[in-house]
Every structure is written in C-alpha cells, then in structure tokens.
C-alpha cells in the first residue's frame, strides 16, 4: 500500500464507489471495528450478511465466517481480507470424519456450531450461535437424540442448561482454552467488586466461576446494563474495545491465560489488518466462494437457525 495515502480514507472511498459493506467481528482489531459498517457477534453478522443489500460483503473476520455470508447472499461478492485466517474449532472438525461419525447415530439431529466449514454445515440440520445453543435445543422436542459439534465446551454448557444428553464431538477453540483458574481466582481476590464474564467456549472449570455467560454481544450487553464498575473478560482482547467504548468509565481485565500463552488474542483473526482490507477492497481478492451444491445444502441448516432466532 502506497504509504503517503489516507487508508480510512480510502477505504470509505472505495466502499462506496463499489457498493460494499464491511462486517467485522469483536474480536478484529480496534482499528478494523471503528471503520465497519456493523460489529457484531456470529448471529448478527449473519443476520446482517442474509439482508444486506450492497453488492459486495468484505467480511473482517475468518472463513467460516465469509463462508456463512456466502451461502446466505450467493449472488453477492464476498472478500476475506487475508485467506489464511482459518479457526481452530473449524480445523478440530474435519467433514469426511464427521460424516463417519454422524453414521454411528443414524437416528439422531445433528446441530453444528456455527464455527465450522460450509461442508460441516452440508451435512447438519440446525446451525447455531452461542447467543442461541441454548434456545435452539430446547425448541426440539424432549426425546429428540442430538448430535452437537464440534466445540465440546459449548456443547457441555448446552447440556448443563437444558438437561438434554447430548453426543458431543471432541473439539475445542485454542483462544478460550487457554485461561488458568488459578490466575482468575487470585484476580478475583484482588477485585473483589468485579463480575467475572466468560464465553461459552472456555471450558467447564472456568465457566462454573462465572457471574455471567454468554455470547460476544451477550457479553458486551451485560457489561452496558449492570453496575459493577469491574468486568474480568474471558474471551478474546478484541472484545474490549467495544466494552470500553460503551462504558468509558469502567473497568475492562482480560482473564489471565496460563503461563504457556501470553494474551488472550486470537491468531486467525488477528491476520486482518487496515492495510489488507484496502487491498482486498481494491482488487476485489481475495473472494471466497463455494460449489452451488454445498450452497444448497448448507443454506437449509443456517436458515433454520434464523427462523428460530428471529
Ligand atoms: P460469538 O461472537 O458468536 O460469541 O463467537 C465467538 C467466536 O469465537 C467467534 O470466532
Ligand atoms: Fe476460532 Fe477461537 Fe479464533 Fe473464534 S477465537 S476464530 S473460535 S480460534
């Protein structure tokens, strides 16, 4: 990128010019929020990818993601700044050994987790969110057999709240496996006032210490309405600057991860920069696009999330 340019400034430029919409994620860096159209958690982004009416989805966040905007707005052209950012939950599923899986339980459901590949969804009936796990297992009937993948931790939490027995797959996000309990409860003693807050896909341990639980837009919510002046944040940094914008006079701790990590931030979608959107803007690449089968077959899963969800 030629660098005696303006790059926000040519990005709103270009964005306009080509009838784009950028849809980012919280967990993308400051910079990358402040200049989207619409931030949101996995549910509203892509609420907001199946209405959009521009012409071209730059999505700022990893593939499952520009993916999910892909099967909703086939017709449209969707860009992810940098290919590679992948997701290891997504990785820790692959679709041939799912398939094997999914054999072994012929008559149950099959609900995936949103973080996972166009062809995982093909072969589910139900996507989900984390702000709607919980919603959309309840809305099945009681002795409905279920399969849930790939996030374990998820799925535990799912199982927890609802009392169904649930077949989970063995997968799981590096980012929100990393906290240490004992960093949190010494944290916690220091502040005592603080809510500790925490993502469904940390693990057990962690979530049972926790005052609230919840999606990335649940998350921030509950940071807005209630009064502690003190959040600890298990989920991924980007998260916090949302958090701080909204309340300028609280307090934000990222929960301390073990000794072996030293942030909470997430490497796939930290590969996103403002330098890569206005190259990825200009030269519409890179798009990611999908066989019209696997459209066809996933659409049906993620719609019947929305429905619900509505
Ligand atoms: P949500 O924003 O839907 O809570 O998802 C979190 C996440 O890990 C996305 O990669
Ligand atoms: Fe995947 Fe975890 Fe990164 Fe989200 S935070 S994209 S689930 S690796």
Known sequence: VDPTIDIVAEIQRLKKEKNAVILAHYYQDAEIQDIADYIGDSLGLSQQAAKTDADMIV???????????KILSPSKK?????????????????????????????DHLVITYVNCTAELKALSDIVCTSSNAVEIVQSLPADQKIIFGPDKNLGDYVKKKTGRDLVLWNG?????????QDKII??????????????????????????YVGSTSGMLKYTIENSA?????????????????????????PAPPNNVC???DCPHMKLNTLEKLYNCLY????????????????????????????
Request: with cysteine; glycine share 2%.
């Open 186 to 211: 010494d944290l916690r003693s220091q502040f005592p006032d603080a809510k500790f807050i925490a993502h469904p896909e940390c693990e057990d341990h962690i979530l049972a210490q926790a005052d």
């Open 229 to 253: 002046q003190q959040f600890i944040v298990a989920t991924e940094s980007g998260i916090l600057h949302q958090m701080q914008k909204a309340s300028p006079t609280k307090t934000f701790i």
């Open 59 to 69: 999505f700022a966040g990893v593939h499952f993601m520009a993916e999910t905007a």
């Open 78 to 106: 969707v860009l992810l700044p940098d290919l590679k950012a992948g997701c290891s939950l997504s990785d820790s599923c692959p679709p041939h050994l799912f398939a094997k899986f999914k054999e072994q339980y012929p």
């Open 172 to 180: 799981a996000c590096m980012v929100h496996e990393i906290f240490s």
């Open 262 to 264: 030293a942030c909470n």
């Open 283 to 310: 030269y519409e690449l890179p798009e990611v696009d999908l066989p019209t089968s696997v459209i066809e077959r996933a659409r049906k899963p993620i719609e019947r999330m929305l429905e619900i969800s509505e």
